[in-house]
């Protein structure tokens, strides 16, 4: 594909993406990242609709996000799939921590976008996973804050947080940005909490 075809195939998309916020009603609102490398986080997530307000987003905003998966995901034929939109692998079966593993594709990509569901499920939960933390605080990023507001039909990127290592004080500050963010349905919206051990 010639590099003007490819560029042409990306404004339509882009196109076609504000047009369907236009539409819906919907509007995006972007603190653009200081930095190009950073890990992304998403909240709330209360339906499979959040996947398409997330794919308008990266495609009007031009955010260069990539996903992780496990390794097996990307044998024949998922795989052609699988590293056509950028995703990467992580092999859980290494004694190396999946947290080791992604801060280390950070180490080699100074561009690197990783992008993280810290509910894990558009069910309602009493936790979040805080592996999304312990990724940013071992590569040296930030974590920005992305967030679906439906109350107000707003999808965008807020602001950005440098991880000290409290992550209780740090869990704070994000439990305050995301306190008035209302998903699809709110009642599937579980407590910013981290898990009790």
Partial sequence: MSIALAKNRSNWFRSLA????????????????????????????????????????????????????KDTLFR????????????????????????????EKFSQ????????APEGTRSKVHNWRSGFYYIALKAK???VMAYLDYANKTVGLGPSIKPTGDINADFEIIREFYKDKKGKY????????????
Avoid: C
Avoid at 76 to 98: Q, Y
Avoid at 109 to 116: Q, T
Avoid at 186 to 197: D, N, V
């Fill in 186 to 197: 709110p009642h599937k919206q579980g407590p910013i909490e981290l898990a009790k051990r």
């Fill in 141 to 143: 990023v930030p974590i």
């Fill in 76 to 103: 024949w034929p998922l795989g052609v799939f699988m590293r056509a939109i950028g995703a990467i692998p992580v092999n859980r079966r290494e004694k190396t921590s999946m947290v080791d593993q992604i801060a």
């Fill in 18 to 69: 504000k047009f369907l916020l236009r539409i819906s009603g919907w509007r995006t609102h972007v603190i653009p990242p200081r930095t190009s490398s950073y890990v992304l986080i998403g909240a709330p997530h209360t339906t499979n609709w959040d996947l398409l307000l997330a794919l308008v987003l990266i495609i009007v905003e031009g955010i260069p996000m990539r996903i992780m998966g």
């Fill in 109 to 116: 990509d100074p561009d690197l976008v990783i992008a993280i």
